[in-house]
């Protein structure tokens, strides 16, 4: 099964679709207009149920086979949401809206799922039900985790669930996947040092939070070089670190750090948590000064499930020849909720020589759609075949 003649048909009117969506990008949960264009058109292609106001703004949609005997129930993910940057394409459909715009091509991703759910709905072709997801709020808001707490997976009946990702530099057609863990965990960090303001020129008579503070930062950057597994990755941030004055002559009171952990495992997840704790709190008390760490855990780790994950590489084989092994990313992605309820897989789509995703050049690359929505179609047609 090579891409499906049907995709290159409709190829024109899933491109349209595209487009309309990239020039009406929408951020995080506020994807009303986009939860509206996704209805009307699983309504129109004559799902059997389509329900809104999931996880929010998230839109399900129902497509039930010529028979449903086999019983099985397989959710396909796409998100809608853009993100809070100035476009600067140049294209003729550029966004609309100044200051945001699709710039993860999740207008792609959206269209290609309506493509596949177009055909779906015709075909029938299959033999169970698919659930096709529309999710908001993959750029940090955790849509696929509303999604999840509203009881998607039980309500629907899901057993499995896959997802596709379009990835920059990886050739158009093609697509990569790789068992176990795929993205990383995104957790935060917020830490107050607090010490005691002084005159510049006394520090005798001050605690020095600015000292103290920066101690932090590089006993920090010991839980990747001296806790950790070497072979295994951990990311450790400290992104921002503001005193209390801009003073030249002042000692500030206390200093706020930022900063972002990317771990692959829950193992090292809870590690790196467990340090992000207690090393600032030791290390200020050396210098006399106290540290409060506010720790936020975002999304998990995305972890494929081996057997769905062959399935789903040699779903991408059909379509494309071969499908190649991805490499690990310390980038997140909130389909990790969906994997943690169900087993699934998340696959990476070629988007050819483009801008890296969150770029303001960045576009997705409509000659992908083809491949993409075939690939959907074959998980369904391929993991639930027609009596
Ligand atoms: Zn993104
Ligand atoms: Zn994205």
């Known amino acids: 099964m090579p891409v499906k003649n049907r995709f290159a ?10 487009r309309d969506l990239h020039e ?40 039930k086979g010529k028979s449903t005997a086999s019983g099985k129930v397989i959710g396909l993910r796409a998100d809608m949401d853009a993100l809070p940057i100035h476009e600067q394409t140049g294209v003729d459909y550029a966004s609309k809206t100044p200051g945001a715009m699709h710039a993860c091509g999740h207008d792609g991703h959206t269209a290609m799922l309506l493509g596949a759910a177009k055909y779906l709905a015709e075909t029938r072709n299959f033999d169970g039900t698919v659930v096709v997801i529309f999710q908001p709020a993959e750029e940090g808001g955790g849509g696929g985790r509303e999604m999840c707490a509203d009881g998607m997976m039980d309500r629907f009946g899901i057993q499995e669930v896959y997802g596709l990702h379009n990835w920059p530099g990886l050739p158009v057609g093609q697509f990569a996947i790789r068992p176990g863990p795929t993205m990383a965990a995104t957790d935060e960090f917020t830490i107050v040092v607090k010490g005691k303001g002084g005159h510049g020129a006394k520090p005798h008579l ?67 948590e467990e340090k992000i704790k207690s090393i600032p709190v030791a290390v200020a008390q050396a210098y006399g000064a106290e540290a409060q760490v506010t720790y936020h855990s975002n999304y998990p780790p995305t972890i494929n499930s081996p057997e769905q994950t062959e399935f789903a590489a040699s779903v991408a084989a059909s379509v494309a020849g071969s499908c190649g092994e991805a490499e690990m990313t310390m980038g997140g992605e909130d389909f990790s909720y969906m994997l943690e309820e169900r087993p699934g897989a998340y696959i990476f789509m070629g988007n050819g020589d483009s801008a890296d995703v969150h770029h303001p050049k960045y576009n997705f690359n409509d000659e992908a759609i083809p491949a993409g929505c075939s690939w959907w179609a074959g998980i369904v047609e391929q993991r639930m075949p027609a009596a």
């Open 24 to 63: 009406n990008p929408e951020i995080l949960f506020d994807t009303f207009r986009t939860s509206g264009v996704v209805e009307e058109k699983l309504k129109a292609f004559g799902c059997d149920e389509v329900v809104t106001g999931l996880g929010r703004t998230g839109v399900v949609g129902v497509i």
């Open 9 to 18: 048909e409709l190829l024109p009117e899933i491109t349209e679709w595209r």
């Open 206 to 272: 001050a605690i020095d939070p600015v000292v103290a503070a920066s101690n932090v930062v590089l006993a920090l950057q010991s839980i990747v070089s001296r806790t950790n597994d070497p072979v295994e990755a951990v990311v450790v941030s400290v992104t921002s670190f503001e005193t209390s004055s801009k003073a030249y002559n002042v000692i500030p009171d206390s200093v706020e750090l930022r900063g972002t952990i990317r771990t692959l495992t829950p193992e090292n997840r809870k590690m790196t």
